[in-house]
């Protein structure tokens, strides 16, 4: 069985301000490892993914993560937050080596960006 | 590019009832799946359907069912409504079944059952 922890609920940090959102997975195989973002009342939306390749990815609204094979994490970064970025965000991840297609999210983690 | 659509936004019904949900996926897509996100929680993966089959399935009872129609818009079926199953339920669509595929979700449709 594959399965994702997001160990915070909550993250605080203030504007300008680095952030990080903390993702570890499980998978019998190699992973595919994805990032959502979820604001109020509205569906999910990719932010990146990591298949293969650098262990650096980088995605949309200037988020990256960096996948780390040794610790099973994925964790979600930005060098500069913005109040924008306050919204609900979910680490998801496939197992693609026993063929599962069903994509497992973690429970979320609430990014809260202060001005 | 018109992106993957849900109707209706929102729906009461009453336990033992039955509802259908639609979902009209991302142009290009064949690849359609269903989540169940709980107040709190992350989406749960009910099924997938890849070209009008369902490919996968979740850990989720027979009376929730699906379609997928030859233009790749979906149904998501649910009999004999109990109250656990109000819930945001998501569409999400992708250009192939492969596990690579990022997924693009639709808005959601709340169901609430009483």
């Known amino acids: 069985a594959q399965s994702v922890a997001q160990p915070e609920d909550q993250v605080n940090v203030a504007e300008g301000n680095p952030l990080t959102v903390k993702c570890t997975y499980s998978?019998?195989?190699?992973?595919?490892l994805f990032w959502y973002v979820q604001y109020p009342n509205r569906g999910l939306q990719f932010l990146l993914k990591?298949?293969?390749?650098?262990?650096l990815v980088k995605g949309s609204y200037g988020f990256e993560a960096e996948f780390n094979k040794s610790q099973t994490s994925f964790h979600l970064k930005k060098p500069s937050a913005l109040v924008s970025d306050s919204a609900l965000y979910f680490c998801a991840v496939r197992d693609w080596d026993s063929g599962y297609s069903t994509l497992t999210f973690g429970k979320g983690t609430m990014l809260l960006v202060s001005p | 590019e018109t992106g993957v659509t849900q109707s209706p936004t929102h729906l009461i019904k009453t336990r033992g009832q039955q509802v259908t949900l639609r979902c009209s996926s991302q142009?290009?897509?064949?690849?359609v799946s269903w989540y169940q996100q709980a107040l709190g929680q992350g989406p749960q993966f009910i099924f997938q359907?890849?070209?009008?089959?369902?490919?996968g399935r979740g850990n989720f009872p027979p009376r929730f069912s699906g379609l997928q129609f030859p233009n790749y818009s979906s149904e998501l079926n649910v009999n004999a409504l109990e109250l656990d199953d109000s819930a945001l339920y998501l569409c999400a669509s992708s250009p192939g079944q492969g596990a690579a595929y990022e997924q693009y979700f639709g808005p959601g449709t709340r169901l609430t059952v009483t």
């Open positions: 990591y298949i293969t390749g650098d262990n």
């Open positions: 359907y890849y070209r009008e089959e369902e490919n």
């Open positions: 998978v019998s195989g190699n992973p595919y």
């Open positions: 142009s290009g897509h064949n690849t």
